[in-house]
């Protein structure tokens, strides 16, 4: 049995903090009705008596003083499941019994409609299944009462009470009044508070979609949506092997050096206004961000088939990202440069980690493209012969140059100049199937 202090549950009308919305629906339900029929009794007990009919007013006055006995009684244990049963059973029972004493239908005006409450409360406080047995209890009193006033009529007449046909009538109309009042009242409350419920319910719900959105997108700003898909279904780990995919990197020429007289708030501040513009400028592009590795940024073409020429768009990526920067000093105030790397070719993919997990990188490929970066002009951008050949019929190169790559040895790159103009691109054309 839930034992809770009598007044903390007097002053929550017996509801705990630990139910459910449906518990304290219920619990409140009853109470209402409660009240209400503590109400309707007391009125109909006080207008029976001012319109003339005399008869004992002991059961009405013990049916009530049951009705709150039982009710504070729940408040001092917090047995909700004897109080219900309880109480339900006084409907049920205690207007039968009165008009038994009274007399019959006619004479009680039909007193025993009062215990149609027990079924309806049933059906809120229990539920439709549990709610039968309450409304099979109601016909077979109901019944039974018919029976003995239909054969003890004669008999009855002569001892019954005498009231007159007004007041009888009158009681009858009270009667079906007051419990079609309260049926109607406790049905209300009950379509109100389900809905405040419901509203609730769909607001939570709503909160909640927010919330999981809100989670999807700083998921998707961590890692290509592919991905993402596939790491919330699938625990296992993730590693792709890709045969063709173009791999750029963007290093800030000196960064370190100007970084040292800058505050952490003015570096940040920087790095941001930069890195925000070129996410833009991939996002345009159609290329996946990889990540940013201190003043360095990468991104790569060709990892989830979302363009058929990803070397392109990664080489005008190139030229978009040195001309942002060379043009709008709103973002590049301190009119820094860059260098810029880029090769094609297998590599590995995949989530490291359970933690604070990234989606990288890895191979001969992506060392390559860093390479190059780190040993380039600031203001150009360089490639490996592989991406060069790939992008001949649309930019135009200088001629190769040699450098030497540490664990690479002597390797042929180019630098790229720009997009190739439409007649350029005509004549490649045409070299290219003249030589073959």
Not at 78 to 94: E, H, K, P
Not at 369 to 398: K, N
Request: net charge neutral; proline share 3%; with cysteine.
């Amino acid at each position: 049995m839930n034992q809770q202090p009598f007044l903390f549950s007097l002053r929550n009308a017996g509801i705990n903090p630990d139910d459910d919305a449906e518990t304290r629906l219920k619990k409140s339900l009853l109470i209402f009705a409660t009240g209400l029929v503590c109400l309707g009794s007391m009125v109909w007990l006080f207008l029976y008596g001012q319109m003339g009919p005399q008869f004992s007013a002991t059961a009405p006055f013990i049916f009530q003083l049951l009705l709150v006995s039982n009710l504070l009684l729940f408040f001092h244990t917090g047995n909700f499941d004897f109080f219900r049963y309880s109480q339900l059973a006084l409907f049920l029972f205690a207007p039968f019994a009165v008009q038994w004493g009274i007399g019959n239908f006619i004479t009680a005006s039909g007193t025993s409609l009062w215990g149609l409450l027990a079924p309806i409360g049933a059906l809120l406080f229990f539920g439709v299944r549990e709610s039968l047995a309450w409304f099979v209890a109601y016909i077979f009193l109901t019944a039974l009462s018919g029976f003995f006033d239909y054969f003890l009529a004669d008999s009855a007449a002569s001892t019954a009470p005498k009231i007159a046909i007004r007041t009888s009538v009158f009681f009858f109309a009270l009667n079906f009044a007051a419990i079609s009042s309260i049926v109607y009242l406790l049905l209300r409350y009950a379509v109100q508070e389900k809905a405040k419920a419901q509203a609730s319910l769909e607001a939570t719900h709503h909160l909640l979609q927010e919330e999981q959105e809100r989670s999807e997108r700083l998921l998707l700003n961590i890692l290509p949506g592919p991905i993402a898909e596939r790491l919330k279904h699938n625990k296992q780990t993730i590693a792709d092997g890709f045969a063709d995919v173009t791999v750029m990197f963007v290093d800030i020429v000196n960064f370190t050096r100007i970084a040292e007289g800058l505050s952490p708030q003015q570096v940040f501040a920087m790095l941001n206004r930069i890195f925000s513009a070129f996410d833009e400028l991939a996002e345009r592009f159609g290329v996946e961000k990889i990540k940013t590795i201190g003043d360095a940024y990468m991104v790569a073409g060709g990892l989830n088939n979302e363009l058929s020429n990803y070397s392109k768009s990664i080489a005008e990526l190139a030229i978009a990202m040195r001309d942002l920067l060379r043009r709008d000093f709103t973002i590049n105030d301190m009119h820094l440069d860059v260098r810029i790397g880029i090769g094609t070719g297998p590599i590995v993919a995949g989530v490291v980690g359970k933690k604070k997990f990234i989606y990288d990188l890895w191979g001969d490929t992506v060392n390559l493209a860093s390479r190059i970066t780190s040993e380039g002009v600031p203001g150009m951008i360089q490639v490996d012969e592989t991406t060069r050949r790939r992008l001949a019929d649309h930019f135009t190169f200088e001629a190769p140059q040699t450098l030497y790559l540490k664990g690479k040895g002597n390797t042929v790159v180019y630098r790229l100049i720009g997009p190739r103009s439409e007649k350029g691109r005509i004549e490649s054309s045409l070299s290219g199937e003249l030589t073959s």
